[in-house]
């Protein structure tokens, strides 16, 4: 039984920085790979950033490339997100999201089975 639990959301002004952290539980997590998404109201999950199970492949959304950092830590079985130069554009529900191994439509949501319960993250101008 595979658990994904998102946490570290809150409100920043437009600027700051925050960290949101996803911990993973059960069998074999450590061939995982992991992702984070994320959502506003009325519109589709966007991809965020992706990390291979390996830690090699990272890949970022256009939109976040060069202000977020996708890492892992495999002896916690935590994926974190460090978000910094925050945009009001930025404000959605953030979901943490994994699977086995490698993962080829790493960029969208169907290429993943685990999801965690989302976090809400507000950038204030």
């Known amino acids: 039984h595979v658990q994904l639990q998102a946490s570290g959301g809150g409100s920043v002004q437009a600027g700051g920085s925050l960290r949101l952290s996803c911990a993973a539980s059960g069998r074999t997590t450590s061939r995982f790979s992991l992702a984070w998404f994320r959502q506003v109201p009325g519109k589709e999950r966007e991809f965020v950033a992706h990390i291979g199970w390996t830690g090699r492949d990272i890949y970022y959304g256009d939109s976040v490339k060069g202000r977020f950092t996708i890492s892992r830590d495999n002896a916690e079985n935590t994926v974190y997100l460090q978000m910094s130069s925050l945009k009001p554009e930025d404000t959605a529900v953030y979901y943490c999201?994994?699977?086995?191994?490698?993962?080829?439509?790493?960029?969208?949501?169907?290429?993943?089975?685990?999801w965690g319960q989302g976090t809400l993250v507000t950038v204030s101008s």
């Open positions: 999201a994994a699977d086995y191994w490698d993962i080829s439509n790493y960029y969208s949501p169907n290429g993943y089975a685990y």
